[in-house]
């Protein structure tokens, strides 16, 4: 199944349906929409900026979400979900869509239970078989 590696807490606040757009310099390939794909959580050093609006939107989901947000509580390296994109576009209404790059419209995430852990990630889309 094809894997997409995202920057904590991007990856967990999609994998719990919260950030519905996921922001690249480069537009989704055609293939891939409509497409189930899963959510690899990087390695790399979490993301800690938040429109109002944004932390707003996570504060009112879950405390255990905006503790794990503030403080870098959320798995790396890991595999914690999937999610469908829908679509990619550009100047999109949401408040996670960025400006001046494509916004890939996301739908119906899925959490993991647990996490697959010690995944390592890769550029672009990448493949990862799940029954191994």
């Known amino acids: 199944m094809k894997a997409i590696s995202i920057k904590q807490p991007w990856a967990s606040l999609i994998a ?3 950030k519905d757009i996921e922001n690249r310099t480069w537009r989704c390939p ?3 929409l409509g497409q189930r794909v899963l959510i690899h959580a990087s390695s790399s050093k979490p993301v800690f900026r938040y ?3 944004q932390y707003d939107i996570i504060r009112k989901s879950s405390q255990s979400l905006i503790y794990n947000c ?3 509580g959320f798995p790396k390296g890991a595999i914690i979900g ?3 994109i829908a679509d ?3 100047n999109h209404p949401s408040v996670w869509a960025e400006k001046g790059v494509w916004n890939w419209v ?3 995430a899925v959490l993991f239970d647990k996490p697959i852990r010690d995944v390592k990630g890769k550029l672009s889309f990448w493949e990862y078989n799940l029954e191994g």
């Open 16 to 18: 719990h349906g919260i």
């Open 30 to 32: 055609k293939k891939y």
């Open 51 to 53: 429109s109002f609006n």
């Open 70 to 72: 503030m403080y870098d």
């Open 82 to 84: 999937s999610v469908v």
């Open 88 to 90: 990619c576009v550009q």
């Open 106 to 108: 996301l739908k119906d």
